[in-house]
Structure formats: structure tokens, C-alpha cells
């Protein structure tokens, strides 16, 4: 199983990552790493802790460690390009009290102030029974929260802003990594029209267009998909949905990308 590929604005496919990942060999259950404990220890000792913040991760920290809780049965997301809250806890899982956040990652930092349990549960972006009616349950403005899945634990990820970008080319590729092994129906691969400016608007599915729908995908950890594009340049946002075969149970996942 190998490692997940870093994620940063302006990086490549190939670049290193800054946090480990901690994956049991069960695949059942996701943990959190001993260097994320570490480092949360080495931030309160700089920082500080509110004690409402410092509650959420205790929580999710339970969460984690409880047999039929909400990650114990682990699921996953796009890890490149990185989704929002995937791209969040990577770059900041191990410092996410550090004020500077809120100056060199806005976006993140009021993902991480709104609801920490968004990052630390980075693979648990679904919803259960779309019955493949997607538009009828995640509305426009709310597409990379999944329609306020999961109680709105994921509400921040929909905020209009600079999110952190990762640099593609015309011609690229999706990487999903399935902890649980859940395998896939299809995979369906949006990107923004030209002209939309995830910056300053909300995203619609009108502002999408669909450039890639998969057949099935038999269980494993990592998927690939390959993405073909023309005419793009600059910002944009890769939207991909995935259809797990497990069950009616479907990923909406927000990846900003700069096409260079």
C-alpha cells in the first residue's frame, strides 16, 4: 500500500508528503497517526488550546476509536489533486492551531476554525440513497459539502475563496484512494467552464461539465482515472462524484486545480 502523494499549491503529482498517514492493515478503521498526537502536543504547548476546539478533537479522536463509529468503517477521497479538506489536513493536521494559517491558507484556516472534524475525517464526504439523483439532493452552492452531508460537519468547504491549487496539465490524472475498499459503479469527473472564478462564486452545476464517466471499478485501495481536457487554462475545480459499490453511497469531492 503505498504512501499518499503530497499536496501543495503549485505542486506536482510526484511531491513528497508533508504528514504521514496511518493505515491499518485491517482497512477497516481510520487512526489517528502518532505524529499527528505529537504534533498536536507540540502545538498546544506553543499555541494554546480553546477549550471548544480542543472538545472537537477530542472528539473526533473518540470518534476514531470506537467500533462502529463514523470512521471506523473507513472510506476515502481524491488525494490528487487533493480535495479541499483532504488538502487541509495534510498541509496542517500536525499544526492546525497555528495562527499563521489564517495569513498563508485562508481558505483552510476558517475550514479548521468552522469544524475540525472536516479534516480529521477527510474520507467521510458522502451521502447515503442519491438513488443517482445528485442534483435533487446536493444544491447549487453546496456541492463540495455534498448538499450539507453529515450533519454540515463539511459546511466550510463550500465558502468561495482562494483555496490552494495544485498545478495540472490539459491532460491528467484523478488518484482516489479507498481505504475501506469499497470498489466503484462509476466515477463521474467534472471541471468548471472556462470563465467561472471559484474565487468569487459559488459552485453550480451549471458552472460543471462533465468530461469523464467511468465503468466500474473492482475493490481496491487506489483508483486512477484519466482526464482529458481542452481549452482550459488557469483555476479551476475538478468535481469528482463516486458511486461506491458497496451500497447507494456516493463521494462529492472538490479538488482546485491550476491548469498551467
Not at 511531491?15 to 498536536?40: D, F, N
Not at 477530542?58 to 479538506?85: C, Y
Amino acid at each position: 500500500m503505498g504512501a499518499l502523494p503530497g499536496v501543495q499549491e503549485g505542486a506536482t503529482h510526484e511531491a513528497p508528503p508533508k504528514l504521514p498517514v496511518h493505515i491499518p492493515h485491517s482497512g477497516k478503521r481510520e487512526t489517528v497517526s502518532h505524529e499527528r498526537c505529537h504534533g498536536y502536543a507540540l502545538t498546544r504547548a506553543r499555541f494554546g488550546v480553546r477549550p471548544a476546539l480542543l472538545l472537537s478533537v477530542l472528539a473526533a479522536l473518540l470518534i476514531a476509536l470506537v467500533p462502529g463509529s463514523g470512521t471506523a468503517s473507513a472510506h476515502g477521497s481524491v488525494v490528487d489533486p487533493a480535495s479541499r479538506n483532504y488538502g487541509c489536513w495534510q498541509r496542517w493536521g500536525s499544526d492546525f492551531q497555528n495562527p499563521a494559517m489564517a495569513q498563508q491558507d485562508p481558505m483552510c484556516w476558517q475550514a479548521w476554525q468552522d469544524n475540525p472534524n472536516a479534516m480529521w475525517n477527510w474520507n467521510g464526504l458522502y451521502r447515503n440513497g442519491s438513488a443517482g439523483n445528485f442534483q435533487a439532493v446536493v444544491p447549487d452552492g453546496q456541492l463540495c459539502s455534498g448538499g450539507h452531508t453529515e450533519s454540515g460537519r463539511y459546511n466550510s468547504l463550500d465558502a468561495v475563496g482562494p483555496w490552494k491549487t495544485t498545478n495540472v496539465a490539459p491532460n491528467f490524472t484523478v488518484h482516489l484512494y479507498d481505504q475501506a475498499s469499497h470498489g466503484a459503479d462509476y466515477f463521474l469527473v467534472y471541471v468548471t467552464r472556462q470563465g467561472f472564478d471559484p474565487t468569487t462564486q459559488p459552485l453550480r452545476w451549471s458552472d460543471l461539465q462533465l468530461l469523464t464517466r467511468t465503468g466500474k471499478y473492482a475493490p481496491s485501495n487506489n483508483y486512477d482515472i484519466d482526464v482529458h481536457t481542452s481549452g482550459l487554462t488557469g483555476r479551476h475545480v475538478v468535481y469528482t462524484i463516486w458511486q461506491a459499490s458497496h451500497m447507494d453511497q456516493t463521494y462529492f469531492l472538490c479538488s482546485d486545480v491550476n491548469f498551467s
